[in-house]
Structure formats: C-alpha cells, structure tokens
C-alpha cells in the first residue's frame, strides 16, 4: 500500500511506475537509485537516459506511461 499511496500523491499511475523501474533497476547506476523513487519519478521520466532505456526495452509502455 505504501507505494500505491505514494505513487498517487505523486500523481503517477502505479501499475505502469513499477513495470518501467523493474526494467531500468538491472542497469540503473546505483549512485541514482534515488531518481527511482515516485517523489523523483516524473523528473527521471524528463531525463533522456531514462527514456532510452525504457525505449530499448522489448516490452511496450503503456500509452498514458509516456512523458508529455
């Protein structure tokens, strides 16, 4: 619940948060784990690093997951 919980105070839908972070945390530096979190989420999402990776990955993002 706590990350449900946080994730919409955040305003993040939480079944596709938790996809994308289990696909970027296997190459995700561990210096920047903290751009993981929901408070950071939103900001990583903006970061060019992120969304290649996400891009990379073989398994579609779901159509409201992509950054405006």
């Given at each position: 619940?706590?990350?449900?919980?946080?994730?919409?105070?955040?305003?993040?839908?939480?079944?596709?948060y938790l996809r994308?972070?289990?696909?970027?945390?296997?190459?995700?530096?561990?210096?920047?784990?903290?751009?993981?979190?929901?408070?950071?989420?939103?900001?990583?999402?903006?970061?060019?690093?992120?969304?290649?990776?996400?891009?990379?990955?073989?398994?579609?993002?779901?159509?409201?997951?992509?950054?405006?």
């Open positions: 619940m706590s990350l449900i919980a946080s994730c919409a105070l955040h305003g993040i839908e939480p079944w596709a994308d972070v289990l696909i970027l945390l296997p190459t995700w530096p561990p210096e920047r784990v903290i751009e993981l979190a929901p408070k950071s989420w939103k900001q990583t999402l903006e970061n060019a690093d992120a969304r290649q990776r996400l891009a990379a990955s073989p398994w579609p993002r779901a159509p409201d997951a992509t950054p405006s």
